[in-house]
């Protein structure tokens, strides 16, 4: 079964920036659509970004459009989030999600944190 993996987080400036990734374990990554959330404390988790499986179609929040940006590496089973202009805002848990409707799967990763200070 897949499994993922995320790093990168950590604490960094406002208008810093700061790369995700996402590592798949198994062979179903390239099947998957791929979406990174986030979750503040208190609150719901949210939707932040959406890439298709071939990589040529994304999606992003209203919140982070402009900011963010998600790629992926089909080769290297690989998701990423690239953040810049990061704002205190932006301060969560941000999970890797994978989902393949057709086999029924939709994995979560364990989060990684960002913190992001005024």
């Known amino acids: 079964q897949v499994e993922l993996v995320e790093s990168g987080g950590g604490l960094v400036q406002a208008g810093g920036s700061l790369r995700l990734s996402c590592a798949s374990s198994?062979?179903?990554?390239?099947?998957?659509?791929m979406r990174w959330y986030r979750q503040a404390p208190g609150k719901e988790r949210e939707f932040v970004a959406v890439?298709?499986?071939?990589?040529?179609?994304?999606t992003y929040a209203d919140s982070v459009k402009g900011r963010f940006t998600i790629s992926r590496d089909n080769a290297q089973n690989t998701v990423s989030l690239q953040m810049n202009s990061l704002k205190p805002e932006d301060t969560a848990v941000y999970y890797c999600?994978?989902?393949?409707?057709?086999?029924?799967?939709?994995?979560w990763g364990q989060g990684t944190q960002v913190t992001v200070s005024s």
């Open positions: 890439i298709n499986r071939s990589g040529g179609g994304t």
């Open positions: 198994g062979r179903t990554f390239t099947n998957a659509v």
């Open positions: 999600n994978a989902r393949i409707p057709e086999l029924g799967l939709n994995l």
